[in-house]
């Protein structure tokens, strides 16, 4: 190894000692991801049997091959579980017995919610379906829809931060959040029937509360009015509440923890509301004028491109 090697190699480990919030170094790894992505991707099989596995899923096999992924996610998330709830930060001390046996009780409760996960879920896709004429079947919907992969893995995450688990949970979401350009926290409470149309650039955030029937499209933003106080603004309400049978459309950003938007609202796009509006609204941004121009550039005059247009 050249000198200079050597230097670069010293360098990088000083700085670990200066920046030591961005290593673990003589510590057992919190979580290990690529396992909670599989626990993901096991987890959409169990849900949708038979949509995303590389052969026929038969009834006459289905109790053993659900049973073989409830085992694999048993095993691995209770392993992950115990990791995060052994970390200094959530539970310095605890005895390993302790740490194992809550971890197996949160498991063993998140999956008994599964059939309720699945009943929300169904609503969701049937919300997508209804929604969008240019949906040809509700498996199309579950194939290839970005807002069912969001919203299944959030409904997933939403279960264990319910359950008490940390971090977990937010990796779930972020993954996904990576995938889809939709970033839905896992601590928001969203009703049955809920529906993403499109959904890139969608932010729901942590204490948002959504209600029954609510549709969004892409680039909503349900979000803090400020956050400069940080993390004192931690346990307090900053995201708003939408009510029943809402719509709201492309570009709209509706923030702040006392704005409640009523049911059966309709908000058009690329509104900014920061106040509460009441049932049955419909709020629309007035229309900018547009203003036309003629382009005296030669290029364009020479081709006739203007005359073209108008």
């Known amino acids: ?66 049973g073989e992924r409830i085992e694999f996610i048993q095993y691995h998330l209770k392993k992950q579980i115990a990791r995060v709830l052994g970390n200094e930060e959530v539970c310095a001390g605890c005895p390993k017995s302790t740490i194992g046996a809550r ?12 059939p309720q996960i699945r009943e929300y879920l169904a609503t969701d896709v049937q919300a997508a379906y209804d929604g969008d004429p240019a949906a040809y079947s509700t498996d199309e919907i579950i194939f290839s ?58 932010v729901i955030g942590e204490t948002t509360t959504i209600g029954d029937h609510v549709k969004i499209y892409q680039g909503v933003t349900l979000g803090a009015l400020s956050t400069k106080r940080g993390q004192l603004l931690k346990g307090e309400k900053r995201h708003p509440t939408i009510g029943n049978y809402v719509t709201i459309y492309s570009g709209t ?9 009523g049911d059966n609202v309709t908000i058009g796009g690329n509104a900014f509301i920061v106040n509460s509006i009441s049932p049955g609204m419909k709020v629309n941004v007035k229309n900018p004028e547009l203003q036309y121009s003629r382009d005296t550039r030669s290029e364009f005059v020479q081709d006739g491109f203007w005359d073209w247009v108008i």
């Open 103 to 114: 971890a197996e009780e949160i498991v063993h409760t998140f999956l008994e919610k599964i």
């Open 1 to 66: 190894m050249s000198i200079k090697s050597e230097q670069i190699i010293n360098q990088i480990l000083e700085s670990y000692q200066t920046n030591d919030t961005t290593v673990r170094i003589d510590a057992e790894n919190i979580v290990n991801k690529k396992v909670i992505i599989e626990i993901i991707e096991e987890l959409r099989r169990v849900i949708y049997p038979g949509f995303f596995d590389a052969n026929r899923v038969r009834s006459d096999y289905l109790q053993y091959l659900v």
């Open 253 to 261: 950003s509706v923030l702040g923890g006392e704005t409640v938007i």
């Open 145 to 202: 829809y970005p807002g069912i992969y969001a919203i299944t893995v959030y409904r997933l995450a939403h279960e264990l931060v319910l359950l008490g688990v940390p971090l977990i949970p937010r990796i779930m979401t972020e993954y996904v959040h990576g995938l889809t350009g939709i970033d839905i926290n896992p601590g928001a409470t969203i009703g049955k029937y809920f529906c993403i149309d499109h959904g890139t650039g969608i």
